[in-house]
């Protein structure tokens, strides 16, 4: 496995044979007995006091996600982070529903030539981002590959699941947090710019260690005032894209108001922060790559009204209004001011195909 390989003389998981590998990966995952009776490596099933687990919730949801070293895996990425990822991205999903996560499967796809020291960085991570959401490892599958590859599998419990179909014309359009991090770190990655070094490691820190918005998810739902909901994995564009397809709506979005860039990295920028001598600008980092795992919703207008309420989801989710709902015929369109000319979006972002 490129870059991970380390010299003949330390151990492989070939050596350890399927039985010992199993048991090594097994043993790492703690699970409470009350509620997970059988647990990962101890039989052909995960055995889940469903009552127990449920804590009272109607629906269960489930999502699946695959992460792999061709695909994304960025260069310096450690195995703790590759582990990290693999039940982020699935937690992501879970918190788009605004859903509590309890359980985590994880399929591994193992070069036989992978050393044993990898494998249990990897494990630390998987166990350390599930645990850090209140989230059981609880079964799983490895199989020989010809490049490392982790599909995870999510569960959570919620009452009222937030949907992509539901925003109505007036809603608000907010995120939380700050989008274009991620996509700073893969530039300064692929050398395609330069910053200061807290800068980058601030931003390499979040393409390579994402974390899911699970309690902010949690937070918007149980509000009752979000109408739809996605998480924006695959860039803010195609994100609105797909809550536009599946509501049936269109949005108007004030470029100014997006936030870009946390205040972490912004802070530590020295000199101008003036990304356009390198050929790109913040409209590409927000809106057109993705990774940053945040949440798109849209909201009942009425929020605005409620300023009790607007403070609290500004201050418990770092929510930011950046648009409005408008009808499908509209499209999806920038506007920058009052009177100004609108201009239609162009809907890209990270794809697989």
Not at 2 to 22: D, H, N, P, W
Not at 46 to 54: N, P, R, S, T
Not at 125 to 137: L, P
Not at 279 to 301: K, N, S, W
């Amino acid at each position: 496995m490129t870059g991970y390989q380390l010299s003949s003389k330390k151990r492989f998981v070939e050596q350890l044979g399927e039985a010992g590998l199993i048991e090594r990966i097994s043993k790492k995952f703690l699970v409470d007995k009350q509620t997970i009776t059988v647990g990962a490596g101890e039989d052909d099933c995960a055995v889940i006091d469903i009552e127990k687990a449920k804590g009272g919730y109607k629906y269960l949801v489930v999502t699946t996600d695959t992460v792999q070293e061709s695909t994304h895996f960025p260069t310096g990425i450690s195995p703790f982070q590759i582990g990290w990822t693999s039940v982020a991205v699935n937690l992501s999903d879970i918190a788009a529903m605004g859903a509590h996560p309890f359980a985590f499967t994880v399929a591994m796809g193992i070069p036989s030539h992978t050393e044993t020291a990898f494998m249990d960085e990897v494990v630390e991570g998987i166990e350390k981002c599930a645990s850090a959401y209140n989230t059981a490892v609880v079964g799983g599958d490895i199989t020989k590959s010809k490049e490392f590859s982790l599909t995870g599998t999510c569960f959570g419990f919620a009452d009222k699941p937030v949907r992509r179909a539901g925003a109505e014309v007036g809603d608000l359009v907010c995120v939380t947090g700050s989008l274009g991090n991620a996509a700073l770190g893969m530039k300064l990655i692929k050398k395609e710019m330069e910053a200061p070094k807290r800068v980058e490691e601030a931003a390499k820190m979040t393409l390579f260690q994402p974390m899911p918005r699970v309690k902010e998810g949690i937070i918007l739902a149980d509000s009752g005032l979000v109408t739809s909901m996605i998480d924006i994995s695959d860039g803010l564009a195609l994100s609105l894209a797909e809550l536009a397809k599946s509501s049936v709506v269109g949005f108007e979005i004030y470029e100014d108001k997006v936030p870009v860039l946390s205040e972490e990295i912004r802070s530590a920028w020295e000199g101008d922060f003036d990304l356009s001598m390198y050929g790109f600008d913040l409209r590409e980092l927000a809106f057109f790559f993705g990774g940053d795992y945040e949440l798109l919703f849209t909201v009942d207008a009425q929020v605005i009204e409620n300023e009790e309420v607007l403070e609290m989801l500004k201050r418990e989710v770092k929510m930011s209004v950046i648009g409005k709902v408008v009808s499908a015929e509209e499209g999806i369109y920038f506007k920058t001011g009052e009177g100004k000319k609108k201009e239609k979006m162009e809907i890209k972002g990270y794809q697989h195909f």
